[in-house]
Every structure is written in structure tokens, then in C-alpha cells.
């Protein structure tokens, strides 16, 4: 049998590269992580401005949370809330 030139990397040379793939990741992953932190700061600071400024911050943190809802699922959500407090006695009838 006629031997082939396919070069079969060593198990040593395999585990180096799945070494350096993983190491990789998880640079990648903390370098993200940094970012994450740098942005969650900065979203504090503005919040912290709104406050300075009179705002409620409260009142706009749920207002961000329903600018990223579908119409149709903060109808739903509103819909359900309503029945809720009605069923409590929250509502006037």
C-alpha cells in the first residue's frame, strides 16, 4: 500500500490548540464581561441624572422594560394585571 502525505496532528499539538481555543473563550468571555460592567455604569449614571433632574427613577426603569415589550404581549400583561387587582378589590367597579 502506497503510504499518504496527510499530515495527522499529535495528540500534544491537539490538546495545545483545544488549550489555546479554551483560553481564548475565556479572555473573550471576561473582556465582554468588562464592557457589560462599563455599560451597567453607565445606565446607573444616567439613572442617577434623571433623579438630580426630578424623575423617578422607578417610573422610568419600567417604562424602559415596556418600550422593549411587543404591543401585544404589554397588552396582555396589562390585561392580566387588570384582573388581578379587580379580583382583589383594587379597582373601583
Known amino acids: 500500500m502506497p ?5 495527522k496532528p499529535t495528540p500534544a ?9 479554551l483560553c481564548s ?19 446607573r449614571d444616567v439613572f442617577g441624572e434623571a433623579k ?3 424623575f423617578d427613577v422607578r417610573a422610568l426603569r ?5 418600550r422593549k415589550m411587543e404591543a401585544s404581549e404589554r397588552e396582555e400583561q396589562d390585561a392580566i394585571l387588570e384582573t388581578y387587582m379587580h379580583a382583589l378589590g383594587m379597582l373601583k367597579n
Request: glycine share 2%; hydrophobic share 50%; no cysteine.
Open 3 to 7: 503510504a499518504t502525505a496527510e499530515a
Open 13 to 21: 499539538a491537539a490538546t495545545r490548540f483545544a488549550k489555546d481555543q
Open 25 to 43: 473563550i475565556v479572555e473573550r468571555v471576561e473582556k465582554l464581561e468588562e464592557e457589560k460592567k462599563a455599560i451597567a455604569d453607565d445606565i
Open 52 to 54: 438630580v433632574n426630578g
Open 62 to 66: 419600567a417604562i424602559v422594560r415596556l
